[in-house]
Each structure stands twice: as C-alpha cells, then as structure tokens.
C-alpha cells in the first residue's frame, strides 16, 4: 500500500545508531590509555564522548592537555595497532535489513558521523551492503564536528534536498542538537550512549529502540 513519504533524505549516524561499537570503542581507548600511560579516566567519560570529533572529544577527556601533540601519539598507535587486524564493530541486528527496505521504498540514505574518514572506510569495507546503499557520507575530519551543523549543511546542499525533507537518525544529544539547530527533524535511537531523557531534552521528535524500527515509524508518519 503506498504512502505519502515524510521525508525524503535519512541522515543516519553510525556509533551508537548503525553500528552496536560503544563497548568496543571504550575498550581500545581505555588500552591506549594504558599503553600511552595517559592520566586514567572511567569508562562513562570516555562512552559520554562518543559521536564527537576525536580531537573534541580528547579536548573534553583531557582539558588543558597539548591536543595536537595528544593525537599524533595516538594515531601513531593506532597505526601500529592496526597492524594486529582489529576486527570492526557489528551492526545492529535487523540495522541492514532496515536499510535495503528503505531502499527500496525509494529514501536516500546517507552517513553524518564522528568518525574519521579513514575509520569510516574501513567500517565500509567491514560492512559493504551498507556502503552500497549510501549516496552520500561526511565524517568529522573533513568538516566541522558535531554538534555544529555543518556537515548537515553539505549532505542538504549535495544532495538538493530542503531541510523539511530530511531526518537525522542518531544515539545521542549530540546529533539531535546538530538536526534542530537548523530545523531539521530528529529520531532518537535508544540503543547507543545517551539516554533517553537526553535525546528528548535535545529535541528529538520521536525515541526508537533501534534502527529496526524506523521504517514501520516512518510509514505512520506518512499515513
């Protein structure tokens, strides 16, 4: 039975939302940690950060540290960690599934995330049928990162899609408080790092349980 779309452009982030990697990403920050013999920090500040730029997030991690200095020691290793083939974060179940029906009922589907675009890549590579489903990506090294809403900006202006059209679909307050700072729709899912009563306050329209759930969501909207 056909509907009326209500958006036509999906937003998605990845950590948190497509990906189930929080536990993963906090436990290779908690190991540099130990190997670079950084100053401790629990396990909740470093899952707090996740959806921000790396170098955002070391800044709130470590105030008042030489950030630029900070990352080179930690990019140079992860570059050698690489080397041990670490295994990249599994999607949610169902998450893929979602996507290609998506697909299939004619939404365009792109990526707004905190990652790298190295990190982004791999997690392509690791995951193909979702790189092939994607028109369009932005990661937070090749422009601003969230909250500024800069990388939504580019996906609108890329794709020639109005704000009203599209919906950012993201785990926490960071990519809800991007969505609303130019009136763009927002779903939460509650799956990633921040709770629920985050991403309301944030402004999210709607809270899911996942990604699963957004196409029956979405088919109500447009009933």
Request: hydrophobic share 45%.
């Amino acid at each position: 039975m056909a509907y009326d779309k209500p958006y036509q452009l999906l937003i998605f982030d990845w950590d948190g939302t497509l990906a189930n990697s929080a536990a993963q990403i906090v436990s290779a920050m908690q190991q540099a940690i130990v190997d670079l013999e950084l100053p401790p920090r629990p396990d909740h500040a470093i899952s707090e950060l996740i959806g921000l730029g790396f170098d955002e997030g070391l800044a709130l991690l470590y105030p008042g540290a030489d950030i630029p200095a900070l990352m080179r020691r930690i990019y140079h290793y992860r570059a050698q960690a690489m080397t041990e083939g670490p295994t990249e974060a599994p999607l949610f179940n169902g998450a893929l599934e979602t996507l290609e029906a998506l697909a299939r009922e004619a939404y365009w589907l792109t990526v707004a995330t905190g990652k790298s675009r190295p990190s982004l890549q791999r997690s392509f590579a690791q995951h193909p049928g979702v790189r092939d489903l994607m028109l369009a990506s932005r990661t937070a090294d090749e422009t601003a990162s969230k909250p500024n809403p800069l990388m939504l900006r580019e996906l609108l202006d890329e794709l020639q899609v109005p704000v009203e059209r599209a919906l950012m679909i993201g785990d926490t307050e960071f990519d809800v408080h991007m969505a609303r700072a130019i009136g763009m729709d927002a779903v939460g899912v509650t799956c990633g790092v921040h709770a629920p009563a985050r991403l309301t306050a944030a402004g999210a329209r709607a809270l899911l349980p996942d990604v699963s759930a957004l196409a029956a969501w979405l088919r109500d909207q447009g009933s």
